[in-house]
């Protein structure tokens, strides 16, 4: 199964909305409530991400019997070095997104956390790709 997911960068009213429908196709796939929590909080701070900090994207999700693949890919700033934004409270968000309630800089280390693979690929002035894998738990 495939589905395709549009993000507009900026639109904190909208926060959550993919995950929650990601959160859903789960759901009816009766898989364990303890791995679409964990999928769930990846994903929403993947999309949380991308309002955040650029200008647009979009959600690919695979479906299969082994696993759900996520890709997050957005078009924007891209981010300066991966390693320091993969420290937990590192942010480049702005004061305007850090009022909100968001920034905190937790994003990228809580999507390591709760996936069981994460790929991050970002050029400057183009925009980042985030990939996160989710081995689906057998019985």
Known sequence: MKYQFEIKGGDFSHAGFVSIEIKKIMQ??????NFIRKVSIANYEAEVNIIAHAYEGDV?????????KATFSDRGPGIASIADAMKKGFSTAS????EMGFGA???????KK???RMEIQSKLNEGTIVTLCYDIPMG
């Open 28 to 33: 009816k796939l009766h898989l364990p409530p």
């Open 60 to 68: 690919s999700l695979e479906i299969n019997t082994e696993y759900i």
């Open 95 to 98: 004061d305007k997104v850090r």
């Open 105 to 111: 800089g937790m994003g990228l280390p809580n999507m």
């Open 114 to 116: 709760n996936s069981d």
